[in-house]
């Protein structure tokens, strides 16, 4: 699937500029913008795992305690049943 592009200008320190010139000069990356593209893609990845972390434990934490033992809890996840 082909999305639309919007062209954006963005500053970059001199240190940021050469670092991105480096990423790109080593080919792990064709251009400038496919760096920064990928940036986001992993920052957006990185959101949506931390929001199901959250939400985890949100539900752990409303779930209550448990009445089994640790040993016990232990000895379901050995067998598989947790």
Known sequence: MIMATIRKSITFTNQQDNWIKLKVENGDYTNDS??????????????????????????????????LKISDIIEQVDNGKL
Do not use: F, H, P
């Open 34 to 67: 496919e760096y920064i593209r990928d940036l986001v893609r992993k920052d957006q990845q990185e959101n949506m795992k931390l929001a199901e972390l959250k939400n985890a434990i949100d539900e752990g934490l409303q779930s209550g305690r448990s009445s």
